[in-house]
């Protein structure tokens, strides 16, 4: 009987057959997809020639570790790094104030004129970087902010931003209007309410603008460059990158070193991150 009884557990324990197979599925693609970011690190510890001279070999024949030290304090990845810091949280910071109080007054006001904003809102969505970086240049350059960080984050934070303005304002018109209510009968302000209860109220939305927004500022490059040119002490990573490349070659053990250091902060981020990330986005496409 105890024979039976424990052939009937194993039996009963046994994944589905298609389960498994979806299981090996998703591992095979898995491992196809984090394969390139593998190589790169590999590629970041090899010579040269035996980067073109192996193929897809991940194993270096010896670890050459100055790849990382060319990168960091020969090309000046160390600055970059503190610049694209400094660009990547202002960026953040203004992107969040500016969508939350635009879709404030989009999801809680009423006013001529609301529907074509947001229909205009819709259709500059669509639009690429390159059809606006003449005008943002020149009004960033008459306003005596070109080559300075400052100019790099009004340029990168100060556009339409739609998805976030309209994230916040598809949230702000699903709260109850007796929140609203209620602080003005306390004598709160417009701000006061915007400040202390609603914005409180939409942590899934800036979540998910705060991550989203910090992935699109770290890995900007049109911008910056163009932002920079004159002035390379305060170029971002990813516009260093170019100086790896070189008129008759391209250093390409270096540029995979700093890749990877570009990388693991985004990585990092993600990692710690990717719970809230999750949440945040199910929050958000909920409300």
Not at 89 to 112: E, H, K, M, N
Request: contains cysteine; aromatic residues 12%.
């Amino acid at each position: 009987m105890s024979r039976s009884k424990g052939l009937s557990r194993s039996k009963g324990r046994r994944l589905p057959k298609g389960k498994v197979l979806i299981g090996a599925g998703l591992m095979i693609f898995c491992a196809i997809w984090v394969y390139p970011f593998v190589w790169l690190v590999s590629a970041s510890l090899k010579q040269q020639p035996e980067i073109f001279g192996k193929g897809l070999s991940l194993l270096p024949d010896q670890p050459v570790w100055e790849n990382y030290a060319r990168a960091w304090s020969v090309v000046g990845f160390a600055d970059y790094m503190l610049n694209t810091v400094i660009i990547t949280v202002g960026t953040v910071l203004l992107i969040v104030i500016r969508s939350a109080l635009a879709g404030y007054v989009l999801g809680r006001c009423d006013f001529p004129g609301k529907k074509a904003l947001i229909a205009i809102f819709l259709i500059t969505f669509f639009l690429p970087e390159g059809y606006t970086i003449i005008p943002v240049t020149q009004l960033t350059d008459q306003l005596g902010l070109l080559n300075t960080h400052l100019g790099v984050i009004f340029g990168l934070g100060a556009g339409g931003h739609v998805a976030a303005t309209l994230l916040y304002a598809g949230y702000f018109r699903s709260l109850p209007k007796e929140l609203e209510e209620c602080a003005r009968i306390d004598g709160a302000g417009p701000l006061t309410i915007f400040f202390r209860v609603f914005l409180p109220l939409a942590w899934p939305v800036t979540a998910t603008v705060i991550i989203l927004q910090f992935l699109s500022a770290w890995n900007a490059y049109l911008l910056p460059l163009v932002f920079t040119l004159s002035q390379p002490d305060l170029r971002t990573l990813a516009v260093g990158m170019t100086a790896f490349v070189g008129e008759y070659g391209t250093d390409y053990p270096g540029l995979a070193a700093g890749a990877v250091i570009s990388l693991t902060p985004v990585i990092a981020v993600f990692v710690a991150l990717q719970r809230q990330f999750v949440e945040s986005v199910a929050g958000a496409v909920k409300q």
